[in-house]
């Protein structure tokens, strides 16, 4: 099933000219003497927010650095394991504090989220690795795979469909749904929408997304590697799916082709599309009406599937 989901009125297009724009300022302060960790702490004070009362708790998810997100009457035998976005290069647990604290107060649900390993330090498949482990040991604590669900944003999107495939391989229990958020499942950037969608995107375009897929593969990886890319992979046998995506992203078709890919191979697949929205626009869910409306349809979704 396919949503075209609602627009903004005037005042909605203004706010998410702002947000666009602080974005821009921000990628206008780099240049290439900018080194990554400078990238990295102007991206985290950028989406830093903790407006949405939850507790947090870091722990050791097999080695892996990770931080329990629980917002206020969060049932403890439900869990979402959230894998942040950044092109797998910059992005954190707290750049994604405020978006994952509202996905737990959606669902009601704990979430659990990883900081990963990045690039360029560690290459693919490094934070796929880390993926699995936090997977792997959120189910040898006792949490019940129909009380799962795996999580992720535009890189963290594609980790957490590539997390799905490496665990059927290995016959783990699959979790009962998965939401991917302006997914990345293409690192060779062959959807139509990069010249369909150019001057839409206020932000990615073909170069850049290249750019980083080049960054974090290496010399020698195959961007179209199914664990990479997994548009590329059998899809057969993956759980529901809620893929939300903006109409004026370049990836949208990395959204788009997954879904009919996904259900050509018969997994069950809603895919939201929505109108005049951004990149990952659920991280401005404070200025954007439309991403409170997004974060709601996906805990309605996970309540569904968990049954609840």
């Not at 602080?22 to 950028?46: N, P």
């Not at 997100?69 to 969060?74: C, G, Q, R």
């Amino acid at each position: 099933m396919t949503r075209a989901m609602p627009g903004t009125a005037n005042s909605g297009t203004a706010a998410i000219d702002q947000v666009t724009e602080r974005i821009r300022k921000l990628y206008g302060g780099w240049d290439r003497t900018t080194t990554i960790d400078r990238m990295r702490g102007d991206w985290d004070e950028l989406l830093w927010s903790d407006s949405v009362a939850a507790q947090s708790e870091k722990v050791s998810a097999q080695g892996v650095d990770a931080t329990w997100i629980v917002a206020a009457e969060a049932r403890p035998d439900t869990v979402l394991l959230y894998l942040h976005g950044g092109g797998f290069q910059v992005g954190s647990v707290r750049s994604h504090r405020d978006l994952i604290a509202r996905l737990s107060r959606a669902a009601g649900c704990r979430a659990l989220a990883i900081d990963y390993r990045r690039a360029p330090e560690h290459r693919f498949p490094a934070a796929l690795s880390d993926a699995i482990a936090a997977y792997q040991w959120l189910l040898e604590q006792g949490v019940a795979p129909a009380r799962t669900a795996i999580a992720g944003d535009s890189a963290g999107g594609g980790l957490a469909l590539s997390t799905l495939l490496v665990s059927r391989e290995r016959n783990l229990p699959l979790p009962a749904a998965a939401v991917v958020l302006s997914a990345w499942t293409d690192l060779a950037a062959t959807g139509e929408s990069y010249v369909s969608r150019a001057a839409a995107d206020p932000l990615n375009q073909r170069r850049l997304v290249q750019a980083m897929a080049r960054n974090y593969l290496g010399d020698c990886a195959d961007p179209r590697d199914p664990l990479a890319s997994p548009l590329f992979a059998d899809l057969a046998g993956l759980p529901p799916l809620l893929m939300q995506v903006g109409d004026r992203e370049t990836v949208l078709d990395d959204s788009r082709n997954f879904a009919a890919k996904a259900r050509a191979a018969g997994v069950q697949v809603e895919l939201e599309v929505w109108d005049k929205m951004i990149h990952v626009f659920q991280q401005f869910a404070a200025e954007l009406p439309q991403a409170g409306l997004a974060i709601d349809s996906i805990g309605r979704f996970l309540r569904r599937h968990w049954q609840l």
